[in-house]
């Protein structure tokens, strides 16, 4: 598959660059890149269980997940609204 091209109304060029992965370590769960992402991509998950205490974390922490991959549109909003810089992005080639 060749690297997708396309271009703005301006006629310069863009390459979508779709999400990959949201790094969890980072995540804290805030929602903004839930918010600006229209394509039901992104979905708010309770923190993966890590450590000694048997359990879990009692706080009810969340964080975002990539849930539906299929339906980015490689806009980068996500990770251009993430105060933590959690998301990576890749484009396809």
Known sequence: MSEHRYYTRGEIQWIPRYIETIDPEKC?????CYKVCGRN??????KPF????EFGDDMGNKIMSVAHPENCIGCEACGRICAKKTQTH???K
């Open 50 to 53: 890590e450590g000694d205490d």
């Open 90 to 92: 890749i484009t396809l």
């Open 28 to 32: 804290i769960g805030c929602g903004r």
């Open 41 to 46: 991509v992104l979905e708010l998950i309770e």
